[in-house]
């Protein structure tokens, strides 16, 4: 999932552990990635806010902290966003529609005193149509992070993940067929 982020989401999420460093939390929960996104001041969800960008000042490097659970829900939920939205990546948008949607009471109307309405970030992500817009790709996904994608799409649309690609399934029927000669040859006639 980390290789479809966009730049910007990225450099939200790596903004995390130093507002929940600055909150002395001990792990990184759902307010500190809406302080993330509400203070990085580029990428798609950059326009959502109606309050000024807060002046951040945050340790340089915050230690070593993991997302609690409902943090790990929202990344999760920003995934079947953007999967639904028909994007190829997840971006800003998409991180702060996962909090909008489904995060804690207190966030949403943290997020909301700011802009980051539900009806403000739905307007967002119907213009953004799941394109990429202000944001870039970090990396180009590789063979295995787009099968991935795609399997996780086709879970989120209750099909079948696609099976092996075209050329393993080639390849595993050759095998077979040169095992079972072998077999043969090996045991005679």
Request: hydrophobic content about 45%.
């Amino acid at each position: 999932m980390f290789a479809h982020f966009t730049t910007d989401a990225r450099a939200v999420l790596t903004q995390v552990p130093g507002f929940a460093h600055a909150a002395s939390r001990p792990s990184m929960e759902p307010i500190d990635l809406a302080q993330a996104l509400h203070a990085h001041r580029n990428g798609n969800a950059a326009e959502i806010w109606t309050s000024p960008w807060p002046a951040t000042d945050l340790p340089a490097s915050p230690p070593q902290m993991s997302f609690d659970k409902p943090t790990k829900v929202a990344l999760e939920q920003s995934l079947h966003i953007a999967l639904a939205a028909g994007a190829e990546h997840i971006g800003t948008e998409h991180l702060l529609a996962a909090l909008v949607r489904t995060g804690p009471a207190d966030v949403k109307e943290w997020l909301s005193e700011r802009g980051a309405t539900p009806e403000a970030v739905d307007a967002l992500l119907t213009r953004l149509a799941g394109g990429l817009h202000q944001e870039r790709p970090a990396e180009t996904p590789t063979a295995k992070d787009r099968r991935e994608w795609k399997r996780a799409k086709a879970r989120q649309e209750g099909q079948k993940p696609p099976g092996l690609p075209p050329a393993y399934t080639i390849a595993l029927v050759v095998l077979g067929v040169l095992v079972v000669l072998a077999l043969c040859v090996w045991s005679g006639p």
